[in-house]
Every structure is written in structure tokens, then in C-alpha cells.
């Protein structure tokens, strides 16, 4: 049985996440679970174009942001049923905010920011200074996994051996496939075996 292979993008999102999470600790905040989620939601495999992929997903938390003030100021005036209505209806608004400015990029944390701060607040007087924090740790999360995936060096040690267990690991599926090409071949073999005997069989009774 072969052991998984750890990426460094596995490695990365870690870090990531156990920074944040220090950092939290460290000045005793509450809550980390923004950051935490938004450093997973935005590591990427790779370092191309980050720097512009991590300020759209600044851009989305806080389109979500803004959003979710703006509309919990409407749903205060609606009826209480209309609020199952209005939170899909701020989804489309989002999708389609990001998409206009060509911020494709920011419609997951911003949607996850948005939903964050309507479930949680609707019936809470203070949302905009929730909203505020939520934005600011969300974007922290995402400052975070942006720096680490961008400067983080990881030690040659562990690189080799990451390294090392990708190559086992491609040379045991290059060993399966051979094996189960040479298992089909057999058996097309044997196929063809059987098939020569039965004709070679009719031909004699054919014969006789």
C-alpha cells in the first residue's frame, strides 16, 4: 500500500493557517476562523499572478462586506419572510458585481465574507462593526496565504523527501500500468489461443 504524498501546497496551506492562528492568540483575539478559512480558500499551487489574485480576493471580502450592510439595512424594513429571499438575491448581486469589474477571482471568499455576516447578524444592532472585523480578519487570512506561498522556503531536507516520495510514487502507478497492460495482453493472448484450438477442432470434425 503506498503512503499519500504531501504537496507543498498542503505544507503551505498548514502554515498558513498556523500563523493565523498564532497571530490570534497572540492578541487575544476571538474568532480566527475567518482568517483560518481564508488563507485555505485562497493557497494556491502556484506563485503566478498572486499578487493580483490575492487583491481580488481582498476586493470580493469587501464587496461582500459592503453588500451584507446594505442589505441587512433593507431586510430591517421588509417582512420576515422575504429574508429567505434576499440573501440568494444578494448572491446574484455579488456574482454578477465580480463579474463586472472582472474580478472573477474574489466570488468565493467574497460570497463566504457575505453569508458570514447575513447569518450571523440579522438580528444584531452592531453589524457594522461586525462587518468591519470580519473583512479585516478575512483579509488578514489572505495577506497570509498570499506572503507564505510567495516567500515561504521550505528546508531542502523536507523538499527532497516530498520530492523523493512524488518519484516512488510515479514509478509504482508506471509498474500498475505495465503490470495491467501485461494482464490484458495475456488475456487477448489467451483469446486468441482459444479461438485457433475451436477452429482447428471444427476443421477436424469437418475432416472426419
Known amino acids: 500500500?503506498?503512503?499519500p504524498k504531501i504537496g507543498m501546497r498542503n505544507v503551505k496551506t498548514a502554515i498558513s493557517?498556523?500563523?493565523c492562528l498564532l497571530f490570534f492568540e497572540s492578541i487575544n483575539r476571538e474568532d480566527p476562523i475567518f482568517a483560518c478559512v481564508a488563507a485555505?480558500?485562497?493557497?494556491?499551487p502556484t506563485i503566478d499572478n498572486s499578487w493580483d489574485k490575492g487583491l481580488s480576493r481582498i476586493i470580493g471580502t469587501i464587496i461582500g462586506g459592503l453588500l451584507s450592510i446594505f442589505l441587512i439595512v433593507i431586510d430591517a424594513k421588509l417582512t420576515e419572510q422575504f429574508y429567505i429571499f434576499l440573501?440568494?438575491?444578494g448572491i446574484i448581486i455579488l456574482i454578477e458585481i465580480c463579474v463586472f469589474i472582472d474580478k472573477k477571482d474574489s466570488v468565493v471568499i467574497g460570497c463566504v465574507v457575505y453569508l458570514s455576516i447575513m447569518l450571523t447578524q440579522r438580528y444584531e444592532g452592531n453589524y457594522i462593526l461586525y462587518t468591519y472585523e470580519r473583512v479585516v480578519d478575512t483579509s488578514f487570512g489572505i495577506i497570509v496565504a498570499l506572503l507564505v506561498?510567495?516567500?515561504l522556503i521550505i528546508p531542502k531536507v523536507i523538499s527532497d523527501f516530498i520530492n523523493k516520495k512524488k518519484v516512488n510514487s510515479n514509478n509504482n502507478n508506471d509498474l500498475n500500468d505495465n503490470n495491467s497492460e501485461k494482464v490484458i495482453l495475456n488475456e487477448l493472448n489467451d483469446n486468441n489461443q482459444g479461438k485457433i484450438n475451436n477452429e482447428k477442432n471444427i476443421d477436424n470434425l469437418i475432416e472426419k
Open 1 to 3: 500500500m503506498n503512503m
Open 17 to 19: 493557517v498556523f500563523i
Open 40 to 44: 485555505i480558500i485562497c493557497m494556491q
Open 87 to 89: 440573501i440568494p438575491l
Open 149 to 151: 506561498n510567495r516567500y
